[in-house]
C-alpha cells in the first residue's frame, strides 16, 4: 500500500481490491483483528476454498494482508490500522446488505456491539465503557460533559 515518491496515489490500484464482494467480505471478516486460516474466511466469507485462496492471493500481492505460517496452516490478518481504517471509512459510506442469515445478522450484531479498532475499544461496548467509568470512580470528568446522543448519562 506505500506510494512511490514523486507521483500520485494510486487509489484505483486499491480501491479495486475492495470492489470485489467476496474479498470485501475476506477483509471484512478480518477487520475485527483477528488472524484466520483460508477455510475459515471462505466459511464466513461465502467463496469456495480456491476462490479464497485467489482473493488472497490478490490483497495479499496488493499489501492488504499479511500472512503467517504457524505448523500447516497460515494464518491472514489486516497488514495494518491503515487498512482497517480504510474498511471503517467504506463501510460508513456503504449501503447496507439485507441479513440473509442468522449467522450473518449474529456476526454483524456482534461486531456493532463490541467494534474495535487495533488499540481501542469501539462501537456500543466502547461507549458503554467509557460512560461507566466515571460513575464507578475509575475516571473523573473535567468540565462540561455531552453524550453523543444529546443526554448526559
Do not use: N, Q, W
Not at 466469507?45 to 488472497?56: D, N, V, W
Amino acid at each position: 500500500m506505500a506510494t512511490t515518491a514523486g507521483g500520485d496515489a494510486d487509489v484505483a490500484a486499491i480501491a479495486t481490491l475492495f470492489a470485489d464482494r467476496s474479498r470485501a467480505r475476506i477483509l471484512m471478516a478480518l477487520a475485527d483483528g483477528r488472524s484466520l486460516p483460508a477455510g475459515v474466511l471462505a466459511a464466513e466469507a461465502g467463496p469456495s476454498a480456491p476462490a479464497t485462496s485467489a482473493h488472497l492471493a490478490k490483497v495479499r500481492t496488493g499489501g492488504l494482508i499479511d500472512v503467517e505460517p504457524s505448523g500447516r496452516h497460515r494464518y491472514h490478518r489486516l497488514s495494518g490500522a491503515g487498512v482497517t481504517a480504510a474498511i471503517e471509512a467504506l463501510a460508513a459510506l456503504a449501503p447496507t446488505e439485507p441479513v440473509r442469515s442468522l449467522r450473518r445478522h449474529t456476526g454483524a450484531a456482534a461486531l456493532r456491539r463490541a467494534r474495535s479498532c487495533y488499540d481501542h475499544l469501539t462501537g456500543g461496548l466502547g461507549v458503554d465503557l467509557t460512560a461507566a467509568l466515571p460513575e464507578h470512580g475509575a475516571l473523573r470528568r473535567r468540565g462540561p460533559h455531552r453524550h453523543p446522543a444529546g443526554d448526559t448519562p
